[in-house]
């Protein structure tokens, strides 16, 4: 375990107007660490959501702050913190978000193309992260091809690929079944090894426990509960699969 790749100080988050107003997040502080997964739990509605896109960058709290990598969020410009998510945080989504006219190898060289990575060095390592995740015969396959367990790994290795300090995760196993599930949350557990990487998962989901290093909960807006998961982790993470799901 490293020090924090990703932290969140006193998070405040209104949303909307007048009578409609919502206070989403109401004072979080959470911390992601390198080198362990850690799952944020809480029902419907109590903020999961917000909280990851506020940690992302996509959505700027009322107050509070944020830190990427070690450069503080406070103040920054949009092309700022487009630059933050470019550099050091991977996404991975429920739906997969993957072109349907685009390859697996397409997809994720698309993450670098972005990035100005020229296109012969974008492709070998778009290989190399679809090996990671299992899916090398996968290369040429388009997402119709594909399954949903085999789409959500070529997501993973598009949100790894350009080797991010932090992954966010948004139920990535809400739409597969069990099996395909406990595939996905082996291959982020063992990402999640690496010292200078964090990877958080939103969910709701307690059949995702085993493979927590941490587990924060979150209701109504407020951190309620952070437990160390990495005794339960340890006796009842089963092995990463790489199978073709």
């Known amino acids: 375990m490293s020090g924090a790749v990703l932290e969140a100080i006193a998070i405040k988050k209104v949303l909307g107007h007048g009578a409609g107003q919502v206070h989403a997040l109401r004072g979080v502080d959470l911390a992601l660490r ?110 119709r091809e594909m399954s949903g367990g085999e789409q959500q790994r070529v997501a993973i290795a598009r949100a790894i690929v350009s080797n991010p300090s932090a992954i966010l995760a948004d139920e990535p196993t809400a739409a597969l079944d069990t099996e395909n599930g406990q595939a996905i949350m082996a291959i982020l557990a063992d990402i999640a090894k690496e010292p200078g990487r964090g990877v958080l998962v939103v969910t709701h989901d307690t059949r995702l426990l085993p493979y927590a290093d941490r587990i924060h909960r979150i209701e109504d807006g407020l951190i309620v509960g952070v437990e160390n998961g990495a005794a339960r982790a340890a006796d009842l993470r089963p092995a990463a699969s790489v199978g073709t799901h």
């Open 34 to 143: 390198g080198g362990e997964l850690t799952l944020l739990m809480g029902p419907s509605g109590s903020g999961k959501t917000t909280l990851l896109s506020v940690l992302g960058c996509m959505l700027t709290p009322t107050s509070g702050t944020v830190s990427v990598a070690g450069h503080d969020t406070a103040n920054a410009d949009p092309e700022t913190l487009a630059r933050l998510r470019r550099d050091h945080i991977g996404f991975i989504f429920q739906s997969y978000h993957l072109f349907p006219t685009l390859t697996a190898s397409e997809n994720i060289q698309l993450a670098l193309d972005v990035r100005g990575e020229a296109s012969d060095r974008a492709k070998l390592r778009a290989h190399e992260a679809l090996a990671r995740v299992g899916l090398k015969h996968k290369i040429d396959s388009f997402p």
